[in-house]
């Protein structure tokens, strides 16, 4: 998905081999090793033809090889999670600045990092999680025409997007005609369940169907159906830590359970800040109803969530974040 993505943007794309070595078996390690030298020797080759005078990383194991290569090239680290992992926690071996998301971030590295001791505090910096600049463009009764969302009934926006979301089109697909009875529904289900949606979407009656609304995916009007929606449910990924401030947007989160805990950990910080609930993916086909209906019916509550997580937001992050960027650039005749 990010090779579409970039591309679309219009921006050069080049991959790099890795795999990660964290967790994984014995039989697994010795291929997992020859991919990161593989990653290596591709990295060399960008460096030699790119000449970067900052590297910029935002984490996982595919950017270790280019930390190790480009070692003497300036670089900064974004952390878009809570909790690093453990490959943001080796790159920040290497970074001459570290970004993050939330304050929550930096005891991470000032207890565990030997690099990001107290003695360097400066290096980490607060610029809150970039979005989309086309994002904000919206407003809510524009995104409502543009989705054909009437303006009286409340909106419940769905975010199943990959794999890992398949329980939450499940248990929504599962008590669709109840929900549809409380809110009108922006489902954006992720290609990967998209035939089970339109199957489910047939049984529909047409008053059902005029208050569901399913996308594989969007890219344009993303931003409207966040702007017209009055509470998302969606896993706990890193982008609910922009995007739903930015839209004062309240959740339903429900952390993705075979993974490491950086969801839960994002999920329960905004729980800590009153902005969202949240819900275990075990519970989930049990407890959707009545907590969408709970808090639909609580309209004071959704404006509290909605007020908190709005004073979470950082609009001007990837302004920010591209500061810390040129303030690395060793020319400093090129720095505007």
């Given at each position: 998905m990010e090779t579409q993505l970039v591309e679309r943007s219009g921006i050069p794309f080049r991959t790099i081999p890795a795999a990660g070595v964290h967790g994984i078996g014995l039989r697994t390690l010795p291929h997992?090793?020859?991919q990161l030298s593989r990653g290596v020797l591709?990295?060399?080759?960008?460096l030699r033809e790119f000449k970067p005078e900052v590297l910029f990383f935002t984490g996982g194991y595919v950017a270790v090889p280019m930390a190790l290569v480009g070692w003497k090239v300036p670089s900064l680290l974004y952390v878009p999670d809570i909790e690093p992992g453990l490959a943001l926690k080796t790159l920040a071996r290497f970074a001459d600045k570290i970004a993050v998301t939330a304050e929550d971030s930096r005891h991470y590295f000032t207890s565990t990092c030997g690099t990001c001791t107290g003695n360097h505090p400066e290096r980490i910096c607060l610029?809150?999680?970039p979005v989309r600049a086309d994002l904000a463009g919206w407003?809510?009764?524009a995104a409502r025409k543009a989705l054909t969302?009437?303006?009286e009934s409340p909106v419940l926006l769905v975010l199943g997007g990959s794999k890992g979301a398949r329980s939450i089109n499940a248990a929504v697909l599962a008590a669709l005609p109840a929900l549809v009875e409380m809110t009108q529904i922006i489902h954006i289900t992720g290609e990967l369940d998209w035939p089970n949606v339109e199957e489910k979407t047939k049984e529909l009656s047409n008053t059902q169907s005029a208050r569901y609304h399913a996308f594989p995916y969007l890219h344009e009007q993303m931003g409207?159906?966040?702007?017209?929606a009055d509470l998302a449910l969606s896993r706990a990924g890193a982008s609910t830590l922009g995007?739903?401030?930015l839209f004062g947007l309240p959740a339903v989160l429900v952390p993705y359970p075979h993974a490491w805990r950086y969801q839960k950990v994002n999920a329960d910080y905004l729980v800590r800040q009153?902005?969202?609930v949240s819900l275990a993916d075990e519970k989930l086909a049990d407890r959707l109803l009545p907590t969408i209906k709970d808090l639909l019916n609580q309209p004071e509550k959704l404006v509290s969530m909605r007020n908190a997580m709005q004073r979470l937001a950082h609009p001007d992050a990837a302004t920010l974040i591209g500061r810390q960027l040129l303030a690395l650039c060793p020319d400093k005749e090129k720095r505007p």
């Open positions: 997992n090793l020859w591709a990295s060399r080759r960008i610029t809150g999680y407003t809510r009764q969302l009437n303006e409207a159906a966040l702007a017209a995007e739903y401030p009153a902005a969202a």
